[in-house]
């Protein structure tokens, strides 16, 4: 995957993620959960942009690190909305799969970029 490619993918997986925010119950646990979500998984893809702009090889590993670790508090989120049972899981499995196919991408760049040191 070029970084091109994973940057559209993490913008679509932030975008997908404010289409469900807005589809959640007007409740004040989802509301929470919502906003933890949206920050982490906005944050995905603006990280990793950053990333592709850090300055020296040891700011891109670092910019990748903390793109991985919003990834994984993304399916922090998303599993707390599943089993909290605030959503059905149709509504969020593809998010969720899509989530940690994102932090295994992510992390296996970051160590790739880490061993060519």
């Not at 906003?35 to 950053?50: D, E, F, I, K, M």
Request: proline share 3%; net charge positive; hydrophobic share 45%.
């Amino acid at each position: 995957m070029t970084p091109d490619e994973l940057k559209k993918r993490t913008k679509q997986f932030g975008l997908r993620i404010i289409h469900l925010i807005e589809a959640l119950p007007k409740t004040q646990i989802a509301s929470v959960i919502g906003r933890q979500l949206l920050c982490c998984a906005t944050s995905v893809g603006a990280n990793y942009r950053a990333a592709c702009k850090g300055k020296s090889k040891a700011d891109f590993i670092a910019k990748l690190g903390t793109a991985e670790e919003e990834a994984d508090e993304a399916v922090y989120w998303l599993e707390m909305l599943l089993e909290a049972k605030i959503v059905k899981p149709n509504l969020v499995s593809g998010l969720l799969a899509e989530a940690n196919e994102l932090t295994a991408i992510l992390a296996a760049s970051r160590k790739t970029a880490k061993s060519k040191r």
